[in-house]
């Protein structure tokens, strides 16, 4: 978990963000332990040895902590596509890009699957803020431009974005799969379908 400085709080002040960033940090953390029932702001104020009330100037209640979380999970999922298109984008092309962007998303799921479940679940529809929609937006841009270059070519917009959502929809969907434990018959192979399956949804004619 993590904590503040013991000079931090005997000053009672903090670098900017600090609080803030170890708040995100341990509720991140106790997300994933399957807490999120305990996922309160005075249990946050414990782990970071702050007042509750140094909780409140951030988070007012545990809503607008889960939708900082959701905000904070599109952000790393974001990055963490970027970085795959671009380690592939550059010694490739764009369908390399878009096989390792898809796979990353997926690792993602994998990695953090009560994160990803919160960043997809109720606060896809509801919970909403500016923020939180913005960064939603700004992962799924991403990825509708990154199966729009493989699909290259002049092709009626309607028939281009019914790939974009279909391919989406087709990764996320195998990563729902894989976090609800659907796909363990697969064992050791697992890795390998989930391959095969993203090089096949990149071979549009």
């Not at 999970?73 to 974001?78: E, I, K, M, V």
């Not at 281009?160 to 969907?173: Q, R, Y």
Request: aromatic share 6%; glycine share 8%; charged share 25%.
């Amino acid at each position: 978990m993590v904590k503040v400085t013991s000079t931090a709080k005997e000053n009672g002040s903090y670098h900017h963000g600090d609080l803030r960033r170890a708040l995100i940090d341990n509720g991140l953390q106790l997300l994933e332990e399957n807490m999120e029932a305990n996922l309160g702001l005075r249990q946050l104020a414990r782990l970071a040895g702050v007042s509750p009330g140094a909780v409140y100037r951030h988070f007012v209640n545990k809503e607008e902590l889960l939708v900082a979380l959701a905000v904070e999970g599109f952000g790393r999922l974001t990055q963490k596509q970027s970085r795959a298109y671009l380690e592939k984008k550059t010694v490739s092309n764009a369908m390399d890009a878009f096989r390792a962007g898809g796979a990353a998303y997926i690792q993602f799921a994998r990695e953090n699957p009560a994160l990803f479940r919160l960043m997809f679940g109720r606060f896809s529809a509801t919970h909403r803020n500016e923020e939180l929609a913005k960064a939603s937006k700004l992962n799924r841009d991403m990825m509708m431009l990154s199966i729009s270059k493989v699909l290259g070519g002049e092709r009626p917009a309607r028939e281009l974005h019914a790939f974009c959502v279909g391919t989406w929809a087709m990764i996320h969907g195998l990563s729902a799969l894989i976090l609800d434990q659907q796909l363990q018959e697969e064992g050791d192979d697992l890795d390998g379908l989930v391959e095969d399956i993203i090089r096949g949804a990149s071979e549009w004619e």
